[in-house]
């Protein structure tokens, strides 16, 4: 098969952890006999530089027309005083609305290996598996924003936005994939107080009458939060719209041991984005020692999302976990001296693709 992707590597660590992604990628392809075609292209603060745009035509038009996109990461402190519309995020945002990807998933499973990671005891964490289910396309990140009046007496507006459209399909996707796992659905919300949160909750209630198999509990996003951290293992598939989905899946990267180990698919549209959950981390740029896991884990869901290729993403998955089962450490994984760099990882993971047997 040819697999054709467009790679967007980003800010800060993000080309970093986007190289390691497309090496994994790369050896997956020649020992599974397919044909990886890979087309590079700016975005973010990286396009902001060089064309004055976070999200380029060009960079547009060669995502539109590959099978996949595998992001790294945009935004960072140079651009903080730039515009909004000029700011490394929005291109991001105009990325996943041109794509028209609504169905973000974020999967956070807790290894046994890093347990010892997690902020949370052991027998907390041990077995949480959740798949955080996001609305990509609408809510805050997408109403009408403006900011009036004078200095000294400014006043700024964020709208908070659903259509019924929008919130049925994202649970006809959710209800779909949790009749794939455990057959839990938590839709999140802030029904007591918000009409956002109203309507959500009647839709996804209405959704869920379609999917019988599937338990449906409501929960508000306050307690959702405490019972992440009190009870993680409780969840399964949570759904949530845009904002909530962003603030509760990095909680849940800190529950199971460290943001750089989760990975995304943003489904639904015309092609597949894949980018890890993680920002661009200035801090850690530039020195090999970023986590490049959840960008060779979104690797994975790339070809199994959009290409089908489920095997080749377990071989993925599988080398993951033995190279954290024998002891491999990246320095946000608790390595200390003994750390592995972002390009060890990179090679570690390659390494065991190639001769994991199938
Ligand atoms: C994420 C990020 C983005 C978001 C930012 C970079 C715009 O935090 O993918 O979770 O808020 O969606
Ligand atoms: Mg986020």
């Known amino acids: 098969m040819r697999i054709e992707i467009t790679t967007l590597p980003g800010d800060g660590i993000g080309p970093e952890v986007t190289a390691q992604a497309v090496r994994v990628l790369r050896v997956t392809a020649e020992r599974f006999g397919h044909q990886l075609e890979v087309t590079e292209k700016n975005i973010g603060g990286a396009a902001l530089l060089t064309s004055n745009d976070p999200l380029p035509q060009d960079t547009l038009r060669a995502s539109l027309s590959s099978g996949a996109v595998l992001l790294g990461a945009v935004g960072g402190p140079a651009f903080d005083a730039y515009p909004p519309h000029l700011r490394p995020e929005s291109g991001l945002l105009r990325l996943r609305k041109e794509l028209g990807v609504f169905a973000n998933l974020r999967p956070a499973l807790s290894l046994r290996q890093l347990?010892?990671?997690?902020?949370?005891?052991?027998?907390?964490?041990?077995g949480t598996d959740v798949l955080i289910v996001r609305e990509l396309l609408g809510g805050l990140y997408f109403g009408d924003r403006s900011i009036r009046g004078e200095p000294g007496g400014r006043t700024a507006i964020d709208t908070m936005m659903y259509q019924e459209g929008q919130i049925e399909r994202i649970a006809r996707m959710a209800f779909e994939l949790a009749s794939q796992r455990r057959q839990h659905v938590t839709s999140v919300d802030k029904a007591n107080v918000l009409d956002c949160s109203r309507l959500w909750r009647e839709v996804v209630t209405r959704v869920?009458?379609?999917f019988p198999q599937v338990a449906l509990s409501h929960m508000y996003v306050d307690a959702a939060a405490m019972a992440l951290v009190s009870h993680p293992t409780e969840f399964d598939t949570v759904l949530t719209e845009n904002m909530f989905g962003d603030i509760l899946s990095d909680q849940a990267g800190a529950v199971v041991g460290s943001l750089g180990l989760l990975p995304s698919a943003s489904l639904g549209g015309k092609v597949g984005l894949y980018e890890p959950i993680h920002g661009s981390a200035p801090n850690l740029a530039g020195q090999g020692i970023a986590n490049p896991l959840g960008a060779v884990l979104s690797g994975a869901m790339l070809l199994r999302h959009s290409f089908q290729l489920e095997a080749e993403a377990g071989a993925i998955?599988?080398?993951v976990q033995e190279v954290l089962a024998f002891g491999h450490r990246t320095r946000d994984l608790g390595g200390g001296?003994?750390?592995?760099?972002?390009?060890?990882m990179?090679?570690?993971v390659s390494e065991r693709v190639i001769t994991a047997r199938t």
Do not use: F, H, I, M
Request: proline share 3%; glycine share 10%.
């Open 115 to 126: 347990e010892s990671l997690s902020p949370l005891r052991a027998e907390v964490v041990r």
């Open 208 to 210: 869920g009458k379609d």
């Open 317 to 319: 998955e599988s080398a």
């Open 337 to 344: 001296e003994n750390s592995v760099s972002t390009e060890g």
């Open 346 to 348: 990179g090679d570690l």
